[in-house]
C-alpha cells in the first residue's frame, strides 16, 4: 500500500504543479479547474488498471520509452494549443502517464533479481524519484515566477525527447 501510495503522490506533483498555471495561460476559467484534474484523474486510473496491452504488444522496456516520448510531445504541443486543446493533450498525458508508471515498476522489480535487496533498491528508486521531482518543480516555479511558462513546456519536451533518442541510440 505504501508504495502504491508514493507511486499516486509521485504522478500527483505533474497535477498540481503544471495543470493550473497551463490552464490559467490558456484563459481556461477557474470554474474548469475542478473537472479538468476529475477527468485527468480518471483517464489516468483506467489506463493504469490496464497498463500491460501495449506492453505486450512491443515489450515494456519499448512501451516505457515510447510512454515517455508521448508524454513529451504532449507537453510540447499545449504551448501552440487554445484551451480545448490542452485539455485534451493534459488528459492524454494522464493516459500516458497511467499506463507508464505501472510497467516501469514492473521493469525496476523483475530488474532486481536477488530480493533480499529488492526492498532497499526500490526505496532508493523512489528516493532519487522524489528528488528528480522536487528539481523539476523548483525549476517550474522559477520559469513561472518569470512568466516563462512556454519555455519552461518547451524545454522540457525538447530534451526528454532528445534523451529518449540518445538513449534509443
Known amino acids: 500500500p505504501e508504495r502504491r501510495l508514493n507511486a499516486l503522490y509521485d504522478r500527483m506533483w ?9 490552464l490559467e495561460s490558456k ?3 477557474v470554474s ?7 477527468a485527468m484523474t480518471i483517464f489516468e486510473a483506467i489506463a493504469a488498471a490496464r497498463p500491460h496491452w501495449l506492453s505486450r504488444k512491443i515489450g515494456p522496456a519499448k512501451s516505457v520509452f515510447l510512454l515517455t516520448v508521448v508524454m513529451a510531445l504532449a507537453i510540447g504541443f499545449i504551448v501552440p494549443s487554445g ?7 493534459l488528459c492524454l498525458f494522464s493516459v500516458t ?15 532486481i533479481p536477488d530480493s533480499r535487496y529488492r526492498a532497499t ?7 532519487m524519484d522524489r528528488a528528480v521531482c522536487a528539481v523539476v518543480a523548483v ?6 515566477a518569470g512568466g516563462q511558462l512556454t519555455e ?4 522540457s519536451s525538447a530534451v526528454t525527447v532528445l534523451l529518449m533518442a540518445l538513449l534509443a541510440g
Open 83 to 89: 484551451g480545448v486543446v490542452t485539455i485534451v493533450l
Open 97 to 111: 502517464a497511467g499506463m507508464s508508471f505501472p510497467i516501469q515498476k514492473k521493469l525496476l522489480n523483475d530488474a
Open 27 to 29: 484563459d481556461v476559467s
Open 121 to 127: 533498491l526500490l526505496s532508493m528508486e523512489s528516493i
Open 152 to 155: 519552461f513546456l518547451v524545454l
Open 139 to 144: 525549476a517550474l516555479g522559477a520559469y513561472l
Open 32 to 38: 474548469w479547474y475542478g473537472s479538468v484534474l476529475a
Open 14 to 22: 505533474v497535477y498540481y504543479n503544471l495543470f493550473q498555471p497551463v
